[in-house]
């Protein structure tokens, strides 16, 4: 059986998650989601979805984070296309979040998220 490519979408707010899951498919992208950072990690090591890249929420219930969530996909695969989501930890992103990552403050515009995905994947670069 071959792996589903998709985009891991890690946020715990159920109408975000919809949103951004809405922008990726009328992107053309397949999504994933997890609600939580050890849900994510799982996700990850599964043999059924082969995920392409990580749209993550920074604060999330459980011990994980998205720092944490990205740190691990990059052990994976150290292009592995980081998009961050987040509405508080914005200043944070310098110290934690990995290179050539891409950060959206929330609220932000559902086309932006499928922008900042597209970006990575075809280039591997953030935008400037």
Known sequence: MNAVPAILVI???QEIQAI?????????FESAI???GEEAI????????????LVTDINLPGRLDGWDIARFAREIDP?????YITG???????SKGVPNSILLNKPFAPAQVVTA???????GTPQA
């Open 79 to 83: 292009a592995f296309p980081i998009v």
């Open 20 to 28: 951004v899951e809405e922008a990726l498919s009328e992107g053309g």
């Open 34 to 36: 997890a609600a939580s």
């Open 88 to 94: 508080a930890a914005a200043d944070h992103w310098p």
């Open 117 to 123: 995905v597209s970006q990575l994947l075809n280039t």
């Open 42 to 53: 799982a996700l990850l090591r599964s043999e059924t979805i082969r995920c392409r890249a």
């Open 11 to 13: 946020e715990d707010d």
